[in-house]
């Protein structure tokens, strides 16, 4: 069978189960009828083989078993599928709720502004009622106040009148479409500025509700309820918690199902998953509450500094501000509307714990001798029990501890935090988990325990306490998503054999051959071929390129042309050139002359004075003559 038939087949089998439900007065979604067609195929005890074809006995089995599932009212499991699909389809995170909202909202806009931008109108009347219809898309996509309000429409005229009168609307009227829609949004946000500001200077705010003083009510409000609501939900799971232990213990051995309880138990720990998710989004609206608070007094006072009574202000000094209160104020009315659809969702989620409630009244539950305990207690009698690592020798297994491991609190714990060795050794009882105990990492999994004796007898074995978890999944579906069990399903074979004799059901053999191959290096080679770490390098390639820049003829050729076409390139040949070395050369010192004056005497009574003169010529200067000087007689 094809897979498109395969498809086909199913849909009918969910189509089938879905309209007989109905003729039992039992509306129900294709959503939760594919989920009970999985759980009812997954369940061992129905012996169903995914392996091969259904046959139209298998088909029919099938549709009867759904069908069942499906009609029992006092089931806890069932509530508790429902809820999970309930969950599924409504909730989403932060992000998704506020892009799904303005998409919605835009959608509903979109004839309004269709009808402006789509306009041809010419005569005065036509004008007008153009102008009308953008003050009610003005009115409309801010959402302060009703359109049909004339007070709202009357200040909302004024506001726009002062930053857009009706002598703009031929300019308007030319305009793209496009540029017509961004017009309408700025002139949207420019009007909510103007009206905000006015409501905060007591001159208007006609419609305008103050949402952040309903914010502040409203959060600790729905804070409150969902708190409410997570302690209600924990003393039942405590209630069922300990009843359980005590019947599978010998303790009580008169009492309701065990089996019923087990699902009641899964039913509220799964209410308190979802509640605390709901807990943590309005906790997270209150702080972006806070945030957005505090932004919108700044910005009010830096507009009241701006205006100053002002009679004219320039247009580019207060337009981006009235804008980005107008996006301030746009934030709060998310916020609004985050915390009505986390508020739907909160109640819509109280009628899928009905059943256990009304199956087990406090009649039923009241057993006497019974020691109730509180998760916290339980964390707190284990306090101070820690996991000794010399006694372990497993392989693949290391054992993780608070005051040893980074981010140890943030650590993602298989099977959401509850003890692995309890959920699989007692058959789907969920204990809460220490992990100040102790983590052990096995296969890239990390599992805490209620105690030090859990720690140590899932360490002798780990992969068979993993299997009876998955066992246990299978018999109770809604445990694969309250579990986060969706990757360890994928590798799940199917259960393909009978307990009984005579109703062997043989998985298929299917031989092929196969290879695998492993790649050599895993990593991208990260080599960069122009790297130069020489500095004069780079510079040579620089000069390179400069001159190549300048010369007459050049050719290019890229990758795809590469050993395509003929290519030719151009060298310059070097040329003839000469150096110049040492040559000969002289240099003409001038000869030393000295003149002596004297030396003869002037006779016995006249003393001898001899005179120096030094007559050598300077080397900068020409030679000069020789000059003979006569000495005159007496």
């Known amino acids: ?219 600790p409000a729905t804070t409150q309820s969902v708190d409410g609501e997570i302690q209600s939900t924990l003393r039942s799971a405590y209630k069922y918690t300990a009843i359980v232990e005590a019947m599978q213990k010998g303790q009580v051995k008169e009492g309701p199902s065990i089996h019923l309880l087990k699902e009641a138990l899964i039913n509220t720990r799964q209410h308190e998953t979802f509640l605390r998710i709901i807990l943590n989004d309005v906790i997270s609206c209150a702080h972006q509450v806070e945030v957005l608070e505090n932004q919108l007094a700044t910005r009010m006072e830096q507009l009241q500094a701006t205006v100053q009574s002002k009679t004219a202000v320039p247009t580019a000094q207060v337009y981006p501000q009235f804008i980005h209160l107008a996006q301030l104020w746009s934030s709060f009315q998310d916020e609004m509307v985050l915390l009505s659809v986390l508020s739907n969702i909160l109640a819509s989620l109280e009628p899928f714990t009905r059943g256990h409630k009304e199956l087990f009244s406090d009649d039923v539950l009241n057993i006497e001798g019974l ?137 298929p053999v299917t031989k092929c051959d196969s290879a695998s191959q492993t790649d050599t290096h895993l990593l991208e080679s990260n080599i960069v071929k122009t790297y130069a770490w020489n500095e004069w390098e780079l510079r040579r390639k620089a000069i390179k390129l400069a001159n190549l820049r300048n010369k007459v003829t050049h050719a290019m050729q890229t990758n795809g042309s590469n050993m395509r076409r003929d290519n030719e390139t151009q060298v310059y040949l070097p040329k003839e050139q000469t150096t110049q070395t040492k040559i000969d050369n002289y240099s003409n010192v001038s000869k030393p002359q000295v003149f002596l004056e004297g030396m003869r005497g002037g006779g016995m009574s006249v003393p001898t004075v001899m005179t120096k003169v030094d007559l050598t010529v300077d080397v900068s200067e020409p030679p000069i003559v020789d000059q003979f000087f006569v000495r005159p007689k007496n």
Not at 119 to 147: F, N, Q, W
Request: some cysteine; hydrophobic content about 40%.
């Open 1 to 219: 069978m094809s897979r498109a038939q395969a498809e086909s087949v199913i849909k009918n089998i969910i189509r089938e189960i879905a309209q007989e439900c109905a003729s039992k007065g039992q509306a129900v979604s294709e959503t939760l009828v594919a989920f009970m067609v999985k759980a009812v195929v997954l369940d061992p005890a129905n012996e169903f083989n995914v392996d091969r074809t259904l046959t139209k006995d298998d088909v029919q089995k099938l549709i009867r078993l759904c069908v069942d599932r499906l009609m029992d009212t006092r089931s806890p499991a069932l509530d508790t599928v429902k809820m999970q699909v309930y969950f599924d389809m409504n909730y989403t995170t932060r992000a998704d709720f506020l892009d799904e909202h303005r998409r919605v909202l835009e959608s509903r806009l979109l004839p309004v502004i269709r009808e402006i931008t789509d306009s041809r109108a010419r005569t005065r009347e036509e004008l007008e009622s153009l102008y009308r219809k953008i003050v009610s898309a003005v009115l409309l996509r801010s959402g302060l106040g009703s359109p049909t309000d004339i007070a709202v429409v009357r200040e909302a005229t004024a506001a726009l009148q002062s930053v857009f009168p009706q002598t703009e609307l031929g300019t308007f009227m030319t305009l793209t479409k496009r540029e017509k829609e961004r017009q309408l949004t700025e002139l949207t946000m420019i009007v909510t500025g103007i009206r905000l500001f006015n409501k905060e200077c007591g001159k208007g705010g006609e419609g305008i509700d103050d949402l952040p003083a309903i914010l502040n009510e409203a959060v």
């Open 371 to 507: 020691t109730i305990k509180t998760d916290e207690e339980r964390i707190q009698e284990t306090a101070d029990q820690r996991v000794n690592v010399k006694d372990f020798q497993v392989e693949n297994t290391d054992w993780l501890f608070a005051d040893t491991t980074k981010n140890f609190a943030k650590l993602h714990l298989q099977y959401r935090g509850y003890c692995a060795y309890v959920l699989g050794k007692h058959d789907r009882l969920l204990v809460p988990a220490n992990p100040d105990i102790g983590v052990m990492r096995y296969r890239e999994h990390y599992y805490a325990f209620s105690s030090k004796e859990a720690a140590y007898q899932f360490a002798q074995n780990p992969q068979e306490i993993i299997a009876l978890v998955a066992e246990g999944a299978k018999k109770s579906p809604e445990l694969i998503q309250l579990l986060e069990l969706h990757t360890q399903f994928s590798t799940i074979t199917p259960y393909s054999q009978s307990r009984e004799a005579g109703k062997m059901i043989e998985k």
